[in-house]
Structure formats: structure tokens, C-alpha cells
């Protein structure tokens, strides 16, 4: 699994309060098209937070 942080507004530790947790999904069908999520005038791969005491795959499932 690769962890991706970004800052895109260059945020500080002290600004920082909380720590969610996201799951996302790269979904190949047999044609090679992949599966995009259209949400936030953005194109993203499908995906959602982690609810308490679930698994990344129980996320994913989900």
C-alpha cells in the first residue's frame, strides 16, 4: 500500500487537528477502461472515508 500526503495549503502541525482516513480504488474492467468518480469539478478514483474500527478491504467492499 502507498500513503499519499499532500499540503496544497502549506498547513502547519498546529493547524492540523484531526486525521481521516480514505480509501481509494483503481478498477480495470476486460475493455482496459478504468473507472472514474466525477465529484468536486474533479476526476477521481472511486473511493471513501474509513469508518471506526473498519478494514481498509471492508472499506473498499463497502
Same mark, same amino acid.
Given at each position: $500500500?502507498?500513503? !499519499? =500526503?499532500? *499540503?496544497?495549503? &502549506? +498547513?502547519?502541525?498546529?493547524? $492540523?487537528? /484531526? =486525521? %481521516?482516513?480514505? %480509501?481509494? !480504488? +483503481? #478498477? =480495470? &474492467?476486460?475493455? *482496459? /477502461? #478504468? +473507472?472514474?468518480?466525477?465529484?468536486? &469539478?474533479?476526476? @477521481?478514483?472511486?473511493?471513501?472515508? %474509513? /469508518?471506526? *474500527?473498519?478494514? +481498509? !478491504? @471492508?472499506? #473498499? &467492499?463497502?
Amino acid at each position: $500500500m502507498k500513503q !499519499i =500526503i499532500t *499540503n496544497k495549503y &502549506n +498547513l502547519t502541525d498546529s493547524d $492540523m487537528t /484531526e =486525521i %481521516v482516513k480514505r %480509501v481509494k !480504488i +483503481l #478498477i =480495470i &474492467n476486460s475493455k *482496459n /477502461e #478504468i +473507472l472514474l468518480a466525477y465529484s468536486h &469539478n474533479d476526476y @477521481q478514483f472511486p473511493g471513501g472515508h %474509513v /469508518e471506526e *474500527n473498519e478494514t +481498509l !478491504i @471492508q472499506a #473498499i &467492499n463497502r
